[in-house]
């Protein structure tokens, strides 16, 4: 069965300092992964995606994930983060089908000044 | 912007009441998704079509809910008679077609239900 474990529920971090938000994903074969983010009263923006290839993948605002098949880990990373990055992050996991997108429970994450 | 375009952005309804929303999916998409987000932001998928076909469908769905995606109209979701418990963010999501695509969501139509 397909899971996405986000084991923080909220992450605090100040503006200008690195960010990593944890993901951790159950699933059979080859997964594809994503994050998303979801700013207050809007719906999901794709923030990057994985398949295949090098296992650091570049996204949108200078995110950055990297995929640890032998973790079954899609951390997600940025050198410096601004307030407006605050918004809550979705981790993702989709099989090689049309079915359905697996979400976790997501991280808020709070950029203080 | 989002391109998956969802109505009402938020609607209210009394219990017993329906409650229908619509999306209209990314132009070339053909497979539409139905998730609920309730205020713990946990995601429950509803349903999901590819062209007007019923691919998978959750058992509430199945019970309380109706949906369909015509050809050359909107999709939308309805529920038949509205409970307390269905008080969330619906999300319409629309992918092209083939393995692992990525899932292009609507700002959600935001249910309160009274």
């Known amino acids: 069965a397909q899971s996405v474990t986000q084991p923080d529920a909220r992450v605090t971090v100040s503006e200008g300092a690195s960010l990593q938000l944890r993901c951790k994903y159950s699933y059979s074969g080859t997964p594809y992964l994503f994050w998303y983010v979801q700013y207050p009263r809007q719906g999901l923006q794709l923030l990057l995606k994985?398949?295949?290839?090098?296992?650091v993948v570049q996204g949108v605002n200078g995110f950055e994930a990297e995929f640890i098949k032998s973790n079954s880990s899609f951390h997600l990373r940025k050198a410096s983060v601004h307030w407006s990055d605050s918004a809550v992050y979705f981790c993702a996991v989709r099989g090689n089908s049309n079915n359905r997108i697996f979400f976790g429970d997501g991280t808020q994450l709070v950029v203080k000044p | 912007n989002s391109k998956v375009i969802q109505t009402p952005r938020y609607l209210v309804k009394g219990q017993g009441q329906k409650a229908k929303m619509r999306c209209i999916p990314e132009k070339g998409h053909p497979v539409v998704f139905w998730y609920q987000q309730n205020k713990n932001n946990e995601f429950k998928f509803l349903i999901n079509f590819q062209n007007q076909e019923v691919l998978q469908q959750i058992d509430m769905t199945e019970k309380r809910f109706s949906a369909e995606c015509p050809s050359n109209s909107p999709c939308s979701l309805e529920i038949q008679s509205s409970e307390a418990g269905d008080s969330a963010l619906y999300l319409c999501?629309?992918?092209?077609?083939?393995?692992?695509?990525?899932?292009?969501f609507g700002e959600g139509s935001r249910l309160i239900v009274v």
């Open positions: 994985y398949y295949s290839g090098d296992p």
């Open positions: 999501a629309s992918s092209p077609q083939g393995a692992g695509n990525t899932l292009y």
